[in-house]
């Protein structure tokens, strides 16, 4: 019974959220940059990440300040959509594109995304499955064409929802209830995720992590 529902829980993460690439400018002459995310948490499933070429007028999220809504909806339920119907429509974009599928903890993904002059700065994001509303993320990191460039990424939470860590609010395995919230007493700003306590119905052993929780390889496609 366990396996099936982390197999329904992981088949809802990958399947329901999972969009193309986007484009908000056309590509000529645009440089292409590979994009790996490995997880490197002992328990934790990331759902499919989005990868967000930009210039410095765009900001996924700040500290201390509320989370939008479309950061909430990947925050809570791994839900990329709304964000990147955002995204389309933002002259400080160029592209972004998303996964094919959740990154498994000692797992990497690869994402391509578009960039060239003015718009060289890179942003990743997706969610830690098994939380209320924790998401990894790396912010404004600049592309170089002539070198790769690796960086750690931390946990946040988005502060949309209260750590209840209850089986009823959280999409990942063991729990797989995705698309239901738990706002009362949420903290309503966005700030450094301090793991799991085990105050609910998770096991620290299993499902906590130190951070930093990802690392982010960033290579121009040559």
Known sequence: MKRLIIGLAITFIAA??????G???AKNGATRYAVS??????????????VISHNQN??????????????????????????????????????????GGPIMPGKSVTIEVKS??????ISAAGMLVTTNDAFFAVRGVYARPWSDVMVDARAYDAGSEVNSEECA?????????GG?????GAEGYVYIHSGIHGNGDLEP??????????????QRVK
Request: hydrophobic fraction near 45%; include cysteine; charged fraction near 15%.
């Open 116 to 121: 060239k002059g003015g718009f060289q700065l």
């Open 169 to 177: 609010f959280i999409p990942g395995p063991p729990c797989g209830h």
């Open 205 to 218: 052993a299993d499902f906590d992590w130190q951070n930093p929780v990802a690392i982010i390889s960033i």
């Open 16 to 21: 329901c959220f999972i969009l193309g690439g």
């Open 58 to 99: 765009f900001q996924l999220f700040n500290l201390g300040n509320p989370a939008t809504d479309e950061l909430a909806a990947l925050a809570e339920d791994g839900d990329v959509a709304p964000l990147a119907a955002h995204l389309a429509g933002l002259g400080s974009v160029y592209d972004y594109n998303v996964a």
């Open 37 to 50: 995310i490995t997880n490197i948490t002992r328990g934790q499933i990331i759902s499919p990440p989005i």
């Open 23 to 25: 484009t908000a400018h």
């Open 180 to 184: 239901v919230r738990d706002t009362d």
